[in-house]
């Protein structure tokens, strides 16, 4: 039995930890190189998202009101999947500025309440069964507060 290492030879080990170091040097220096190379987005960019994203509340504000003056008249449903598809609107339009509300009160937080007041106000008014001229009003200044809001 030698107590030397025959020379040439490396132990499995070594070669593995050698391995595992460089894979993750390399991983380290990629991401750090993707990263930085990497566009960052523009305020233009942002606020086209934000505009995406309420998509469907400016979608919801539309259609409520049309929906709406279907169902309702005389404080009665007349039409009773047209005044559940208004509602659904309305539902539709306060989900999605509540998914953006931080983005809303980023670029102003007085726009972000009253567009928060004016969808709540045309819920309500759905609720209660308002006359369709008022929900049709309410409907233009929650469009108009959502646009105000969004930087349209």
């Known amino acids: ?26 991983l380290i220096a990629g991401f750090a190189l993707g990263r930085g190379t990497a566009p960052e987005p523009t305020l233009s960019d942002k606020l086209a998202d934000l505009r995406s994203e309420l998509e ?15 169902a309702v008249r005389a404080g009665r449903v007349v039409e009773p999947t047209e005044y559940e598809a208004a509602k659904a609107d309305v539902e539709r339009a306060r989900t999605a500025v509540h998914s953006a509300r931080g983005d809303l009160r980023a670029l102003g937080p007085a726009r972000a309440a009253a567009l928060d ?20 009003a309410l409907s233009q200044r929650a469009q108009a507060a959502l646009a105000a809001a969004a930087g349209s």
Do not use: C, F, H, W
């Open 1 to 26: 039995m030698s107590l030397y290492r025959q020379p040439g030879r490396t132990a499995m080990r070594t070669v593995v930890i050698v391995g595992v170091a460089a894979l993750v040097a390399g």
């Open 117 to 136: 007041r004016s969808v709540a106000a045309l819920g309500a008014a759905v609720d209660r069964k308002a006359p369709p001229a008022v929900v049709n």
């Open 56 to 70: 469907p509340a400016r979608a919801g504000l539309e259609l409520s009101a049309t929906e709406y003056s279907q």
